[in-house]
């Protein structure tokens, strides 16, 4: 079983749910850190689900504050994602927020 460190990197250039990252078949992940930058001088918001295989959509951060001009990492603790599962992130507001996520994939 193979141990691959990854991120993953995002621009939020529009306000739709956008993937951040989908766990590839036969493989498990733990995301060890989201990090979320504001570098816009207006406050914002993220939302970021996981989507499980069979297509439920489960929140982790509902309008979480991103204050301008500010960094922040959302966990605290390793989240554990499955095979098929995907990591999505929605900004409030275009072109404000960037987001990288650290993860172990297993396979």
């Not at 297509?55 to 922040?72: E, G, R």
Request: charged share 15%; proline share 3%.
């Amino acid at each position: 079983m193979p141990n691959n460190y990854k991120n993953a990197k995002l621009d939020l250039t529009a306000t739709t749910a956008t993937t951040l990252y989908t766990c590839p078949a036969a493989a498990t992940s733990l995301v060890k850190s989201i990090l979320v930058s504001n570098d816009s001088a207006s406050d914002s918001t993220i939302t970021v689900t996981i989507t499980n295989a069979a297509d439920a959509i489960f929140s982790l951060y509902k309008l979480k504050a991103i204050t301008a001009n500010t960094t922040i990492e959302l966990f605290t603790a390793p989240l554990v994602v499955e095979e098929g599962e995907i990591l999505k992130v929605t900004a409030a507001a275009a072109n404000r927020l960037h987001v990288v996520a650290s993860f172990l994939e297993v396979s």
